[in-house]
């Protein structure tokens, strides 16, 4: 079992900066990829970024250049850095882990960007 815990949501003007962190307890050795998702009101989820153990990014095209991924092996923590946020930005983040054949999710945390 893999347990991510998620933290540095909040309410912020558009062009403001936030930094969200996962920290992951349990089978972290069996992590491999880690991601950030986000759901805004009555969309799906959809992937933000992600980052391999290796430290391979990907990001959505609408954030690229204004967030970034990074992640701490050795303190079993991922980072996403967003800069110039935009209202469209706001959701719920959600932190992922994969581990093998599966999936592990954390509890969210509300992103708000004001215009």
């Known amino acids: 079992q893999v347990q991510l815990v998620e933290s540095g949501g909040g309410l912020v003007q558009a062009g403001g900066s936030l930094r969200l962190s996962c920290a992951a307890s349990?089978?972290?050795?069996?992590?491999?990829?880690m991601g950030w998702y986000r759901q805004a009101p009555g969309n799906q989820r959809e992937l933000v970024a992600s980052?391999?153990?290796?430290?391979?990014?990907n990001y959505r095209d609408s954030v690229k250049g204004r967030f970034t991924i990074s992640r701490d092996n050795a303190n079993n923590t991922v980072y996403l850095q967003m800069n110039s946020l935009k209202p469209e930005d706001t959701g719920v983040y959600y932190c992922?882990?994969?581990?093998?054949?599966?999936?592990?999710w954390g509890q969210g945390t509300q992103v708000t960007v004001s215009s």
């Open positions: 980052i391999t153990r290796g430290g391979t990014t």
């Open positions: 992922n882990a994969e581990h093998g054949a599966y999936y592990s």
């Open positions: 349990g089978r972290i050795f069996s992590i491999n990829a």
